[in-house]
């Protein structure tokens, strides 16, 4: 599992070039470890099984295990899915970029939250709002710690 920032990095890099699948793979590669290092902080060990498929969603299921405000995050790590499988399952020359650009997007919108709820535990009570960290500004992170 890589650090934070590494992964952070790592989302902000793919590209569709050379190779599509790899993006791909490597996007949800990366989004399943954001919610690993969740899992792993709150003290337990990520679950390798599938939900509908999906390892992102059984690690969303287990994350959100105990504390309902992780339910936040639970459509963001399905569209994540939904984008994999156009680009896979339905590829259009056309929109791939653009596709690609949105399941970015929508891994980085993963990792932010769970990064801010990794510093700020009542984030996600009300929707995803970052206010919590905005108002908090002697909260250090903790995300360039290697978990």
């Known amino acids: 599992m890589r650090p934070l920032v590494d992964i952070e990095t790592g989302i902000a890099a793919v590209s569709a070039e050379p190779d599509l699948q ?3 793979d490597e996007l949800l590669q990366l989004s399943e470890e954001v919610i690993e ?3 792993v902080a709150r003290g337990d060990v990520p679950t390798r099984g599938k939900r509908e498929g999906f390892r992102l969603l059984a690690l969303h299921r287990q994350g959100a295990t105990g504390d309902p405000s992780f339910n936040a995050c639970r459509e963001t790590c399905r569209e994540i899915v ?3 499988n156009m680009l896979k ?4 020359p056309a929109e ?3 596709r690609l650009e949105m399941m970015k997007m929508i891994s980085s919108h993963l990792y932010l939250f769970i990064s801010g709820k990794m510093q700020v535990a009542e ?3 009300f929707c995803c709002s970052s206010k919590p960290i905005r108002l908090a500004p002697d909260v250090a992170p903790e995300i360039t710690k290697e978990v």
């Open 22 to 24: 790899g993006a791909l």
């Open 82 to 84: 939904y984008h994999y």
């Open 37 to 39: 290092h969740w899992i």
């Open 123 to 125: 984030l996600g009570d």
């Open 89 to 92: 399952m339905q590829p259009d």
């Open 96 to 98: 791939t970029t653009h």
